[in-house]
């Protein structure tokens, strides 16, 4: 009897364990990588039996795909999807009845879908179904109504996974007619009587006001956004401002956002691992979720931008692009005091494990190259600048490097057709560039705090599996002689700057636990009014040595209201030179984060007299009324002869010309005056 006992249960341990690593083996992705089913935290339940397989099925016109976890129905052959069915709720998107999970781009100023003629199956597996809708434009066939790009949308639903994955691939052939197109968006529209809080990071997560509270608000200064200054979902949104623009982030940030049910504990997230698809560089910004309930993944837009990001094709011009795969999450909080935290945690866990995983290898097109066919980079950046340093070069410590197509120094953040990769360097300016598609590049970098744009001449050719390895590069930043003062950080941004409190009546509390600090003040509405307050009778003076940009220096250059006209407003910078001995010139080095319809003119100490310098009418990026901390980057380097200047007490006169309403104007990034060389 004891042989036979220990028979059946060294037996029984045989099984349980040929079943853990069965389960356990589903939990890897092709990269060998754990992605884990539902990558559970200790509040993430089961939901269901995670071995069941990947299942299609063609109800009367349409495709449904199905894993046990997750139920996706798409239109056939549109390839809208319909209804994603998770846990306890039949349909997480807003009804089956209108468009609500959709790819779109703006066209001719109109957003404008795409509706699939044909539909594939690409992989039929237990382990995992990838499906295709596809249009397709023939221009023997086609009208001028008729946008001239094929367009395939993909869907990928895997074994044991509460999400899928979708990615669109756009193309046009040689001989097509011209295309100017815009914002490349990914949008879903979710059920309003579940999703009822939104996360976009850790400092912006909150319970939601809907559709309707915005329906009933008041209209602001432009149509996104209302004050709910009327009877609201929950007392909490009363009198506050809501606008979808409050919840932008930078494309290097905004890789996880989404909705969570709060009823039924259950989240929807939208996860971009990488932004190697996405326009503009890793510092352009863009929208994420916001109210609707909406949550969308924005690959390309002259969002905080302009035109320039457009992406604009000549007669006759071919070109094909994916956009990415993007990754789909669902999860489900068990039994919590808070599930909206749980949640979050859980949908920042499965983002990084996702960002690992990247380039996945489980798609099924020959667009998207896998890892091993992809190349990297490897070097390093130093500063070389002798009035920083004057006797050794500087690390690029936290340069961001990168590679785009080729162009001028800085052409990357409006370049949209090509794709990008970008890093840091490390304390010592040490970088690596990996899984970068095999083609043509420039690389490019900017380091915090150093002033301009670097570029390494020469081209960049990426083989299949290529290691490039680069000499030691040497950045030579702009200059010709010491600093004498300066204003701010040169990072690009101007949150260093004074940003003033918001009204008490106009605000957004952004994070309803109080996680919110004052790096978001800049989101808030309406605190470009300010400036009048702060200098009702004259505008801003700057005196160097006594006056702190982080309190004496406005965080924007905006108009002034005159009654009923907006005009352009001038900026003084008061400062002293002493012993102007060294021959030579001077100069000014006005590095601007933002610029919106503006024209900065330059004068020193005579405010009437022709300007010595104009920057012209520059700017679109509309960032002051979309919130925004920084937009395009503007460099412009001034020479000033030493004619213009004297010993003694002077004055710099920045005039922003333009007026006509509040959201003309710039930001300053940083300002330098440079004496003339040292011998």
Known sequence: MRQRGGWLLWTTLVILGLLFLSVDAGNYNNNNTRLGPLNRTSNIPKTQDLDDAVKITYPPKQ???DNGLVQLTFSNPGGQITGIKYHVIDNLLKNKTTQTAYWDVMWRGQLHGFDGKEFKVITERGDQVEVSFISTYNPSFSNDSMIPLTVEKRYIMQRGRSGFYAYVIFQRDEGWPELAINDVRLTFKLNQDQFNYMAVSDTRRRFMPTADDRNLGQQLA????KLLNN??????????VDDKYQYSSNDKNGKVHGWISTKSSVGFWLITPSTEFRAGGPLKQDLTSH???????????????????CLKFKQGEAWKKVYGPVYVYLNLAGPTRDPTTTLWHDAKEQMHKEVRSWPYNFTRCPDFPVSDQRGSVFGNLQVNDRYINSTSLVPASSAYVGLAAPGEAGSWQTESKGYQFWTRADAKGDFVIKHVRPGHYNLYAWVPGILGDYKYEAEISIKPGSRFELDKLTYWPPRIGPTLWEIGIPDRSAAEFYIPDPYPTLMNKLDNNNHSDASDKFRQYGIWGRYGELYPDHDLVYT????????????????????????????????????????GDYKLR???????????????????KTPLFSTGRI?????IARHGIHGLYWLFDVNVPRSQLHEGNNTLYLTQTRGGNMFVGVMYDYIRLEGPPLP
């Open 63 to 65: 495709v449904v795909l």
């Open 222 to 225: 432009y149509p996104e956004a």
């Open 231 to 240: 009877a609201t979902s929950n007392p909490l949104f009363h009198g506050e």
């Open 291 to 309: 109210v609707g309930p909406t949550t969308m993944c924005v690959f390309s837009s002259s969002h905080y931008a302009s035109e320039q990001l």
């Open 544 to 583: 160097v040595g006594v006056s702190d940009y982080r309190h004496d220096w406005f965080y924007a250059h905006v108009t002034r209201n005159t009654g009923n006209v907006m005009v352009g407003t001038t900026w003084q910078i008061q400062f002293k030179l002493t012993n102007m001995t060294a021959p």
């Open 590 to 608: 006005l590095a601007l984060a933002s610029a919106n319809y503006a024209e900065l003119e330059i004068r020193f100490n005579n405010e009437s």
């Open 619 to 623: 700017g679109e990026d509309n960032a």
